[in-house]
């Protein structure tokens, strides 16, 4: 075999491999909406929710702009106005839909937009298999985004049908099938500790990662200490028990006037009935277990958690010199809870991947050297840095091969939608 | 045959009548809702515009809550929240969902609903032929607003689809089969005089009425002259052209602000693209027919319209008494063109019944005399009398056997998603 | 004396009453603001709670617009954006300041608008001495015009300074020397019987009038009782211990709205402090009198109270045809109390003019055949006819020269700074 | 001289060396307010310009609470009231007055707030003559603090007056008499590099510091350059004329959200009036000059600026490093310009003091080790530590005693009424 030939096979197997992992990625989409009626494809509930079927054809809008449109010759658009109706936030690709309008849109109907997606399916599969070889190392570049991507929204579909379903009064479930997720007690809580010094982070450049985890590079750290599981549901009801949500020497400015003009007196999802603690899951209502992890607080709360308890919330850039060893592995959406679990026994860091999302106190803004990749593709992360927290490693609705110890989440500190909890940190 | 079974036999046709009115009217409301899809019966787009499922549903609530719970031993509520997802405003039943989130409930699915109606039908059935003689004639009169009711959201049903899809940027149609109304040239506006001195207005009590239409009571009058039609298109298109919407000596103060906190520039549905003006119909976007009554536009725009012109809008008797002998005939809803037609030419007063809803400068206030009923049947109307301004006449979504001259409809100033236009008066 | 010399001396007789006029009232202006540190000219806590200072400059912006500028030779605007400043609403005289922002004014100073008062005195009078006999009946006109409109605003400079006072903590008192006024128990609650038919309403054109009391008219009514005194304080406590602010069944659905939204519970200025009522009055916090006429409440209020009472607010045309051959006497700002006192005993209807201006069930509509003037002062009134109730009878802050039996003033449903109160009616 | 003797000499010489600071700082508040007329005191025109009188009212209120009630036997509150209306954001002292409604109060006078802080003065210096050794260190700190917070409140006074004056159109000047400031021409930008390597950053505890400098760290910094002068008027006349406020790809997610929805087409205070470019000022409206430094622009559009011109903002570390050797001189307020100045020529950095707060591209957050202090003057700065962004090294209108290397102010990334401009920064 020529050096020319095994050019050309590795470039053939390459192809394979990313139709397989695109058809395997598109068809997880569909299947994660199979337990919805029409109905349930429609509503927006809160402008940070958007309805399902606009996700199943958002994401079939990216491949057809940042792919389809450049590199598939011929490739007619399934619809002129999709791109309006579709497009998130890229301005430097045309005007936009308003987020907070994405409910008012009965049409197209979800069948139209499953045949918008075989649509794009079909030319994908066209340009992957066809796509020249010049052109092939971007065109792989964007189809792992893509992917990326895709699955970013299969969690946001998660979160967001979660938050929309638990707006009608009836609380349905996302499935009813969904088994209840193991019990048992919570190992004692721990606490690793870790040197200081000149330490690296962000994204070494051996898989993909998203350009806001780059470029890797050093930071001086104080030595500290990380809690070795989650903080639980019980040890969070210490805090309201404790008058948590009326003292406001517990919490910062904002997050103070935020509970005012909100009304919280407890988590997301948390409801009091009859004296018992009841929490919403996608599964339905189901009593709080104390031993699980905490789950749905915004940063105010898990600030305030943290001071009242003494502590302190790790920096990103603990957090990741604690998950750097670690495997990735965890209650991650794979695992087909759809809720945080009870932490396991063992030793070291427990629960780092998976569970919750992990709230840090680290603003989310560019690492030393980021610049904003120039076009539309460089809106995907940049121009979010500034008034966000970020939070790491992922939750039960996280896809397993999704996540990793340079990932960064970010959202503002009131919000709390999204499978959001706490791990303790403390100075050495 | 003995009086007695004269009796028997008269409330046994009465039975026969009023089952055959409920089920024509019950199904007339799922007739209309033949071309949706099932996600074109979640949405809601404004506070006012509820979801065609609410609709759906609500009217059913209403015969459950004020006939079956009170008349049918043994009924069962279909679902026990429903009394909660369906009341619309009767405070005394009970609380009820916020009417700003009824687009949030994705579950009761369409089926559900129908099961619903389904299961409310064959309980008044049974309640229609099996109820004693005494409590006969209160049910009678509650059947009688129970389908006076679902009439009307009937004309909802209509005018809210109409908004919800309009919120789409793609405009689909509620129906895309609807034929073009018939076209033709308006004839010349004339007027027709009326005496001044003291009339009578209100139900006179021979057939159904509602109780804001009561009681017929006096009223005296200056001579007048009413327009023998409505204002057209093309007449308001000289009101626009004329710098309607920019020159606020013409306006109300309150109209005023409101044109400029809405950005309006025209009446609702109205669109000029490249100098063309187009109009969306229930039929979808069509180019503006001047000759065809106007259509949508608030009382704040007519009595613009109005004084730009010189005349005023009729009073609330000035039109009864212009209504009083004439036929109920007209471009109604069982016309099937679902908007409005050009005036046939012929004498007297044209298209006072059907067509648009006619502003009038009447304030929607009791009639002297009136007292709201107890319980909650007596929120039906009264409560409403303040802020609001009365409409006559009925329009091309308005049953047509719903409709008659002391019919008093009701929007507030700001309002015009109803099918609303003009009837010029003017001083003798 | 030739008949020229005649016309000549009533003219003469003629400029001297109105020099006498305008300088009484001008100088009255500046008596009531004898209490005020400058400070106090300064805020406005509530859209419609103008600054003192705003009204002293705009009822000299008023004679400037409408009587200098046009007949005036060579007058000159004392400064070039006053009339930006301080025209409130005259769209057709030119742009003017947002009113929610006339508290951002701290200049003009206080004295410099002292300053602008004598420069449009001194003006204003050399007007009156020289103007020629051809325009002088137009400028009777507008004299007459803007003495009353500085007469209203002394009104609203009185009510504003309450709220605006009212805002702060502190309470302070416009005046710390008012007296308490005169106490005693309130007669029984009567009632006086008026014969139904066609009566003639609005002014007879026998001394001023605005537009909106005009044109004289006749409307048809049926018989009717009006109460002999006003609502006390302790027959509304009856109302609020039954449970008048917690129970819909008796509101307006617009009313209850209002209330939940502004979490009323009791009138405007009332405080509950250890159980004890108070009220915060121009002279401060007082105890509640119970057997003083009620005051501050809304249109809402004094609907419910009237519905919780088995009776009615009474129309426009019942009220006038009550007051129609009364004299114009009662408890007005001449009296010197500023708050409403305690009826008289004696026959026939008390308290018809002063103490509280009394909401009707009118809505605030034009009388037929009522056009609006043209030009700027043809604003003075009509473009508010939307959406308003129409009040009768003055207040005891309304200059007692000032209020007449036809007189029609006008507020929101929801507004109840002004001395509002209830005199009850009921059907014959 | 004894050991004892010697300490209580020490003591003396301190109280006098504070008695003295206390009263030119007390003295110099009152000096800043000598323009004002009384009117002007009272005005808050948007929720964070605090009126004058407040602001006088506060910082005594501040000693009366951290030092008068705490430490002089017998101190009586000046009035039990102020408490509440004076206390700005103390959650441990009380409760507080709206700080949206501080311009409702036009009482207590300005007149009675002086004779408050003359309460206060007389009481102080009481203190400070008597205190008792052992509290003496604990009051000395405080001292150290209400100071410094008077300070601060100086510099807001400014702000806050020139933001409040701004929202009147007639646009008076805060001082009729400031005299131009100096002409000339700026420097050319040039840049100064600074090595990468692990630095320390903060306060070194010689001298007075507020806690949210400390405690003194390490931070690890890759090379970087700053530029030497801040950035023009008429370089942002560049990035304004190239389209910087149309141009979405320029912005932040937030700030091109905030633009929008405020309207923003350039820096506050700036008007274009026939084409020519003016701008406020404490001095009245002055035609913009271009070679003086930018001020009054947000965060968001320092990030955009930035972004256009190829570079970035320094962040907190790399500012310090470079102010680090500097002495602290430059147009601070004592300078007397109230207005930013041309740079002057020179080598090194200039302007690094004084001019205009710097925006740096570093969120506000807690140094590593930072912990808030128990009881209410822990409320002090910790309690902000969430959304906002630090800007460095003072302006035109900061004390020049006021301002040091480590010293860190903070501000939401879309206000701009400080005196805020940008300095560049690079990667090496």
């Known amino acids: 075999m020529t050096a020319s030939q095994a050019a050309t096979t590795r470039r053939e197997d390459a192809r394979v491999f990313w139709a397989d992992a695109y058809l395997a990625v598109r068809q997880r989409s569909k299947a994660l909406c199979a337990p919805l009626a029409a109905e349930d494809y429609v509503i927006q509930t809160a402008p940070e929710a958007s309805p399902a079927k606009w996700h199943l ?79 092939w190392p971007e065109i792989e570049k964007r189809l792992a985004i893509g992917l990326n991507h895709e699955q970013q929204h299969q969690e946001l579909l998660l979160t967001d049908l979660k938050l929309n379903l638990y707006a009608n009064p009836l609380r349905p479930a996302y499935r009813d099938d969904l088994p209840a997720v193991p019990g048992g007690l919570a190992p004692d809580l721990g606490w690793q500790s870790f040197p200081g010094g000149v330490h690296e982070m962000g994204a070494r450049g051996d898989g993909f990662a998203y350009d806001n985890e780059m470029p890797r590079h050093r930071s001086y750290v104080e030595p500290f200490h990380l809690a070795t599981r989650l903080v639980t549901n019980g040890e969070y009801l210490g805090f309201i028990d404790d008058g948590g949500y009326v003292n406001p020497a517990l919490w910062l400015a904002d997050g103070w006037a935020t509970l005012k003009r909100l009304g919280w007196s407890g988590p997301l999802y948390w409801e009091r009935v009859d004296g018992v603690w009841q929490q919403y899951t996608l599964g339905g209502v189901r009593r709080l277990d104390p031993e699980q992890p905490l789950c749905h607080v915004s940063y105010y709360e898990a600030e305030a958690y943290a001071t009242w308890a003494g502590k302190r919330l790790p920096t990103e850039v603990e957090w990741e010199i604690g998950a750097a060893g670690l495997p990735v592995r965890g209650n991650l959406r794979d695992a087909g809870h759809f809720h945080p679990v009870v932490a396991p026994t063992g030793g070291g860091l427990l629960q780092m991947f998976g569970d919750v999302w992990e709230h840090t106190g680290s603003a989310y803004l560019p690492y030393p050297g980021f610049r904003t990749a120039p076009g539309a593709l460089g809106e ?43 791990r303790l940190a403390d100075d050495a």
């Open 380 to 422: 995907y992360n940049g121009k979010f840095m500034c008034g966000q927290m970020v939070l790491r490693g992922g939750s039960c609705v996280t896809p397993a091969d999704h996540i990793r110890a340079s990932y960064r989440n970010f959202f503002y500190p009131h919000e709390r939608w999204q499978f959001q909890g706490i």
């Open 57 to 135: 054809a958002h994401v079939s809008w990216f491949f057809e702009t940042f792919l389809l449109r450049d590199y598939l010759a011929g490739y007619r658009d399934f619809h002129p106005r999709f791109g309006y109706l579709f497009n998130s936030y890229y301005e430097q690709v045309g005007e936009f839909h308003p987020r907070a309008h994405r409910g008012f849109l009965s049409r197209p109907s979800v069948e139209e937009i499953l045949r918008y997606r075989a649509h794009v399916d079909e030319a994908m599969l066209k340009l992957m298999q066809g796509a020249g070889g010049a052109v």
